[in-house]
């Protein structure tokens, strides 16, 4: 079953409460996603940090419900 819109929002939000968050269904299946989180808790984070933070908020599910991610994270610090 694939991950709607709104879960994967609500998940990303419930582990960075100032997530400023965009969402894209890149193939229109709620399968393959273009995701843009930014954070204040990515400042002084890596790239690959930042997405394992990322990726731990999406429990598990990347895989298995989420099948395909592009992923953009941004520290709050920079905007």
Known sequence: MPLE??????????????????IVDL?????HWSLEVI???FAGKTRI?????VYAALKGKMG??????Q???????IL
């Open 49 to 53: 940090a930042q997405h394992k933070m």
């Open 5 to 22: 819109a709104n879960i994967l929002e609500k998940m990303i939000k419930e582990a960075f409460a100032d997530a400023e968050v965009k």
């Open 27 to 31: 193939a229109g299946d709620n399968d």
């Open 39 to 41: 954070s204040k808790e």
């Open 64 to 69: 298995g419900e989420l099948h395909a991610l």
């Open 71 to 77: 992923l953009k994270t941004l520290p709050r610090e």
